[in-house]
């Protein structure tokens, strides 16, 4: 009966965590847009999130991929840490995170990023004719169209954004193992939420990894300006506790989590 009482306490516990939660990031979904588009303009805030799905696509698309084809060995092979604890678990495998990337995430970004390739020459009209009325503030020159969408001039960007899905995507994996490290220190069970960081881990090491070419050759390859970084560590764990919390009051999930 204590085991009962304790598990529907902290069930309890943590879905009023999760309503806040909720409500806390479509607060701030909502005061990025009214900053970036009175500040700047609606265009820009606009290009802002075309920008950063652009960019976190291919961690997203990887982070979904582990969980489809990560059955199998455990990476950390059953070994504990110091604590006596897991040092990652049972669920973060080598097949999740080679294959996650390599058969889900990498190729569907391809595709995605040669749709851009074939049409760009229809999509720059957009920014083309709209830069010149001053339409965009902070999104004010060409290239930053064409290096989300296409990677930068051709024939170069199509190097440049393959270099941007690997890292991307790979990213997103260490994120994930680093979440999972973490979380096993923190003695959080499987299953259990670990909030914010559960979607910030791989969001943020994508992040990284994918800006490194930036500090070699910053004049091909640019890392995401401080309005994007923000917009995603706002908007990716905004992604899943608010489209959980929905769902659970909706009656989809069991939990908001």
């Not at 304790?6 to 900053?35: E, G, V």
């Not at 990894?209 to 070699?216: G, K, Y």
């Amino acid at each position: 009966m204590d085991v009962s009482n304790n598990q529907n306490d902290k069930k309890q516990r943590n879905t009023k965590i999760a309503k806040y939660l909720a409500l806390f990031f479509t607060c701030l979904l909502f005061l990025n847009f009214i900053f970036i588009s009175l500040y700047y303009s609606l265009a820009d805030w606009i290009a802002l999130l075309i920008f950063s799905l652009l960019f976190i696509v291919p961690a997203y698309l990887s982070n979904a991929g582990m969980v489809i084809v990560g059955k199998g060995k455990p990476i950390d092979g059953g070994k504990v840490w110091k604590d006596g604890r897991r040092i990652l678990g049972d669920h973060k495998t080598w097949n999740g995170l080679i294959k996650g990337p390599l058969y889900i995430g990498i190729p569907i970004s391809l595709g995605l990023f040669l749709v851009f390739f074939i049409l760009w020459d229809i999509i720059r009209i957009i920014p083309d004719a709209g830069i010149p009325l001053g339409i965009y503030n902070l999104y004010n020159d060409i290239f930053f169209y064409q290096y989300y969408f296409i990677g930068g001039p051709k024939p170069i960007g199509f190097i440049i954004i393959i270099m941007r899905i690997f890292l991307c995507s790979y990213g997103a994996g260490i994120g994930d193992l680093l979440g999972s490290f973490l979380k096993r220190r923190f003695n959080i069970e499987s299953g259990e939420p670990f909030w914010v960081i559960d979607s910030l881990d791989f969001a943020g090491t994508a992040i990284i990894c994918a800006s490194i070419p930036s500090f070699f050759i910053p004049d091909l390859y640019l890392a995401p300006d401080i309005f994007i970084i923000i917009f995603l560590l706002i908007l990716t764990p905004s992604v899943s506790i608010i489209a959980n919390t929905v769902a659970y009051y909706i009656g989809l999930k069991d939990v908001p989590w």
